[in-house]
């Protein structure tokens, strides 16, 4: 049922990207998994890079996040095996590069947000945190991790 939403939504899942450094990319421990921070990868490159609010527009950001959220689906694939096991997403811990004054985190989010409900629907609608940050690996404009929970 999620694979044929993606295929509805035209998002064909890339492989999980693999870890940038001494980690894994994506944990099960127990009902939940966890996924690393994902950055916005297609292929081998970013698709922007740069801080919001001087280098990266909201809706490039939003683009960005909403990249990252179809990679962690595709780490949720990797650890679940069956994207139908994910009960429901718990939490989205979002990290935005950005510049001084700018307070358009929840725009760029909702990148994020709005395509994982889109994807699972009720079981999509998650917590939420968003930090801006200063500096960001691969000066990557947002970077994302996702709690899942997953059937019994």
């Known amino acids: ?22 980690y894994v990319s994506v944990k ?22 740069g801080r919001l609010g001087e280098d990266v527009s909201v809706e490039q950001g939003y683009q960005a996040a909403r990249q990252c959220a179809i990679n962690a689906i595709a780490q949720l694939k990797l650890a ?7 009960k ?11 510049g ?17 409900h889109e994807v699972f629907g ?3 609608k998650h917590a939420r945190m968003a930090l801006g940050i200063h500096e960001m690996p691969l000066s990557s404009p947002v970077q994302l991790a996702v709690w899942a929970a997953v059937k019994d």
């Open 28 to 49: 099960r421990s127990g009902s939940f998994i966890i996924t690393s921070g994902q950055l916005p990868w297609v292929g081998d490159k970013l698709i922007c890079e």
């Open 88 to 98: 429901e997403l718990v939490r989205v811990e979002g990290f935005i590069h950005c």
């Open 100 to 116: 001084p004054g700018f307070r358009g985190h929840p725009d760029v989010l909702d990148g994020a947000s709005d395509l994982l």
């Open 80 to 86: 679940a095996g069956d994207l139908d096991d994910i």
């Open 122 to 124: 009720e079981a999509g």
């Open 1 to 22: 049922m999620i694979e044929e939403k993606l295929k509805e939504l035209g998002i064909e899942l890339p492989e999980a990207p693999a870890p940038v450094g001494n």
